[in-house]
C-alpha cells in the first residue's frame, strides 16, 4: 500500500510561529507570558533595538519600522504578530491591519483594570512620551478614565537604561524615584506600567512606590487575547512539544545578546538583522 505524501500546500499553518516584536527588548516580558500560557508554539522576537525608543519618533517613523519588521516575521513564516510595544500599537496597528491579513495583536497601557483596582479613584500611568500622545490613549482616557484622576509621566531614558541591562543600577532607581514621586505626591494608589519594558524594574518601581501601591501590567491579558484569536481562527498549534524560541536583534551593544538572555531567563538562539 502506497502512502501519500504530504505536499507543503496541505501543511497545516497552525504549526507555523507567531511573530512578536518590539522597539527594544521590553517585549520580552510579553513574550514570557505568551510562552508560559501557549508553550507549544514556535515564537520568533525581533528587538529593533537599533531605533529604540519608539516613544521620541514621528508615527510615520513607527510605522515604517513596523513594516519592515513586519515583512521580516512574515517572510519567516508567521502565522500571527503581536506588537508588544505600546508606542508602537498606538502609532501602527490600524495601518498594519489594512496592510496584512493575518491576525495582529497589540497592547494598551492597562487604564480600565488599574481603575477597577484603585480604592482612591487616583491612578497613575509611566509611559513613553509617544504613547501618552496618542489618540489611541486619549480614547482610553475617554472611555475609562472618567471616574477616576488619572496621573500621567513621560519616563524618558528609562528604556534605555533596560536596553543597556541596567535593572538594579542606583542610576535607573534615582529616574524612578524622579518619575514616581509626582504620582505618589498626586495620591495615586495605583500605577500602570504603560511600557513593555518596565515591568523587568518592577521591584525597583515597588522599591520606591511602596508595597501598598498597586502596579499593573498587561502581559497576561495580551497572551490571552491571543490565545483566544488563534482559537477563533484556527490556528492554535496541536504539538506536544515545546516550542522553539528564536530572536533576532539589530543592537550595535556588545551586550546585545547577554541582555536578551538574562531577561528572558535562560540560553537563546540569537542573531543579528
Known amino acids: 500500500m502506497s502512502v501519500k505524501p504530504i505536499l507543503s500546500s496541505e501543511r497545516s499553518i497552525a504549526m507555523d510561529p507567531i511573530g512578536v516584536f518590539d522597539s527594544g527588548v521590553g517585549g520580552i516580558s510579553v ?5 508560559a500560557l501557549l508553550p507549544h508554539e514556535q515564537l520568533l522576537y525581533v528587538a529593533d533595538s537599533q531605533y529604540a525608543p519608539y516613544g521620541n519618533k514621528t508615527a510615520e517613523e513607527i510605522q515604517s519600522r513596523c ?3 513586519a ?3 512574515i517572510a519567516k513564516g508567521a502565522k500571527a504578530l503581536v506588537v508588544a510595544c505600546n508606542t508602537a500599537t498606538a502609532a501602527a496597528i490600524d495601518a498594519m491591519r489594512e496592510r496584512y491579513s493575518l491576525p495582529i495583536i497589540g497592547m494598551e ?6 481603575a477597577e483596582a484603585s480604592k482612591n479613584g487616583i491612578i497613575g500611568v509611566l509611559a513613553t512620551v509617544g504613547t501618552l500622545k496618542s489618540a489611541q490613549f486619549a480614547a482610553l482616557l475617554e472611555s475609562y478614565g ?4 488619572v496621573v500621567t509621566q513621560a519616563c524618558i531614558g528609562l528604556v534605555e537604561c533596560i536596553e543597556r541591562g541596567e535593572l538594579t543600577a542606583n542610576s535607573t532607581k534615582d529616574l524612578i524615584r524622579r518619575y514616581c514621586t509626582p504620582l505618589l505626591a498626586e495620591g495615586a494608589d495605583t500605577i500602570v506600567l504603560g511600557c513593555t519594558h518596565y515591568p523587568f524594574v518592577r521591584d525597583l518601581i515597588s ?6 501601591i498597586v502596579l499593573v501590567e498587561t502581559g497576561l491579558a495580551v497572551a490571552s487575547q491571543l490565545k483566544n484569536r488563534l482559537i477563533e481562527a484556527g490556528l492554535l498549534c ?3 512539544s515545546v516550542g522553539e524560541v528564536k530572536f533576532w536583534t539589530n543592537s ?22
Open 207 to 212: 522599591d520606591v512606590v511602596g508595597k501598598d
Open 109 to 114: 497601557p492597562a487604564v480600565k483594570p488599574a
Open 238 to 240: 496541536a504539538s506536544q
Open 31 to 35: 513574550l514570557r507570558h505568551i510562552h
Open 146 to 149: 472618567r471616574n477616576v484622576e
Open 67 to 69: 513594516f519592515v519588521i
Open 252 to 273: 550595535t551593544a556588545e551586550n546585545a545578546a547577554q541582555v536578551i538572555e538574562n531577561l528572558w531567563g535562560e540560553r537563546a538562539e540569537i542573531k543579528a538583522f
Open 71 to 73: 515583512d521580516l516575521l
